[in-house]
């Protein structure tokens, strides 16, 4: 009875199942507008989540993707808590994305220095996505952390190449979408720094015994060369000077501004104490061997321009001593008809 039984719970089954199907076709055909209702929210999903995640992220990995170049910076009007800085930059990108990135705040900072406390707050203004876009800033700018734009010039001094972080928040807009997207703005730039101003040469030195009316002893022209990016005013520039050692004056460079490349081209003059410098001409190997060329150490004392200080160069110049053979021999021998032998005069 049981065998019998179920094929024909088996059979009844079957034949249940089949006028469902049948039933459920007719279902579909009625409730074609409950399947389209479906299939639209479906769409609207998709592209919603287009929008809303993938259009920010290719706007961000667009923006990740574009190469951002320093063309030149210009740092003038100098003061103690505020200079006007110029940048002029190139951001590159490869154009596919037709989008607006809002004008924002950038904080630069040293990428190396452990802290990354930005030096300077600059305004970015409003770029597209075009493939090569000229963006040039030129702004006033505060000094709100003196001891990171110390450190950011110290760094620029002594190396020969930096690494310098451009980051910012900010929103993209992309054309045919209503909406703006937060991106983040966020480029590593590697510029060439002032490299010790290795290559400093001093020549044509002349000596005045007893001193003029200031009490410079001292005069020569010193060319300062300049392998970084920016071109710097200094202003009114004073520099220890040592021998072997020994501290022995006080060197001026006035109204120094640095420009990029060999043409920084200077009258110094200095105070400095003549025995001293006497004393070491008659040693060898001056007497002899450089004839009179000695080694001096320069680090910087003071800057002031338009009688204020400027501590974040100034600090950034006294943090090195910097090496520069100078030619005593030369002037002393005009001076005094002969050279100054060994053992001294
Ligand atoms: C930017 O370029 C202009 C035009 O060439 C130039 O006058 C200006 O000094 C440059 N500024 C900087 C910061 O390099
Ligand atoms: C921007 O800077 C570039 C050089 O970096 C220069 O060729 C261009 O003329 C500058 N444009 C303006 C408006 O200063
Ligand atoms: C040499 O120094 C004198 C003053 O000490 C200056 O008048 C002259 O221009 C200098 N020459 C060069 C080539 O720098
Ligand atoms: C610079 O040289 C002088 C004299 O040799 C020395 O006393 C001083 O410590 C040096 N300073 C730096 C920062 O190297
Ligand atoms: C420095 O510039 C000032 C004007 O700013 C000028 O009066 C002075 O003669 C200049 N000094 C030198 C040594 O060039
Ligand atoms: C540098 O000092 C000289 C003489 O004291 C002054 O005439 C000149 O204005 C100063 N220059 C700057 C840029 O402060
Ligand atoms: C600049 O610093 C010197 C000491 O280095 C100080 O005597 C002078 O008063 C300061 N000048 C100003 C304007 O702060
Ligand atoms: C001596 C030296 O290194 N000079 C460089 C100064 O900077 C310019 C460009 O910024 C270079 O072209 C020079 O070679």
Not at 121 to 149: C, H, K, W, Y
Not at 269 to 283: F, K, P, V, W
Not at 293 to 321: C, E, M, W
Request: aromatic fraction near 6%; glycine fraction near 8%; charge should be negative.
């Amino acid at each position: 009875m049981s065998l019998t039984d179920k094929p024909g719970i088996h059979e009844s089954e079957r034949v249940a199942v089949k006028p469902r199907k049948r039933g459920c076709l007719g279902h579909c055909i009625k409730l074609w507008w409950a399947y389209l209702i479906g299939f639209i929210v479906l769409v609207i999903l998709v592209v919603c989540l287009v929008i809303f995640v993938g259009v920010p992220k290719i706007a961000q990995s667009k923006l990740d993707e574009a190469e951002l170049t320093i063309d030149g910076i210009v740092v003038t009007n100098t003061q103690s808590n505020q200079l006007n800085m110029a940048i002029n930059s190139t951001i590159r990108s490869d154009g596919k994305v037709h989008a607006t990135i809002a004008a924002f705040v950038g904080d630069m900072y040293l990428e190396d220095a452990e802290d990354h406390a930005p030096f300077a707050r600059i305004n970015f203004p409003e770029t597209t996505g075009d493939a090569l876009q000229v963006v040039n800033i030129s702004q006033i700018l505060e000094i709100s952390d003196m001891a990171a734009m110390t450190t950011f010039n110290t760094w620029l001094l002594k190396n020969s190449l930096l690494r310098v972080t451009v980051h910012g928040d900010t929103t993209v807009k992309v054309e045919g979408i209503s909406k703006s997207f937060p991106v983040t703005f966020h480029k590593t730039i590697e510029m060439p720094g002032l490299n010790m101003l290795s290559g400093l040469t001093v020549s044509n030195s002349s000596i005045q015994i007893g001193g003029d009316k200031n009490g410079d002893n001292f005069f020569a022209t010193v060319n300062i060369p300049n392998t970084s990016l920016f071109t710097i005013e200094l202003g009114n520039s004073s520099f220890h000077n040592y021998l072997l050692g020994k501290e022995v004056g006080t060197v001026f460079i006035d109204n120094l501004t640095l420009v990029p490349g060999n043409d920084n081209k200077y009258p110094i003059r200095a105070a400095i104490s003549q025995n001293d410098i006497l004393d070491t001409l008659g040693e060898s190997p001056y007497c002899d061997k450089t004839e009179g060329v000695l080694p001096f150490q320069l680090r910087g004392k003071t800057v002031v321009n338009h009688g204020q200080n400027i501590t974040y160069f100034a600090d950034a110049l006294a943090s090195a001593n910097q090496t520069v053979e100078i030619d005593l021999g030369t002037p002393i021998k005009a001076l005094l008809g002969k050279a100054i032998p060994c053992g001294g005069l």
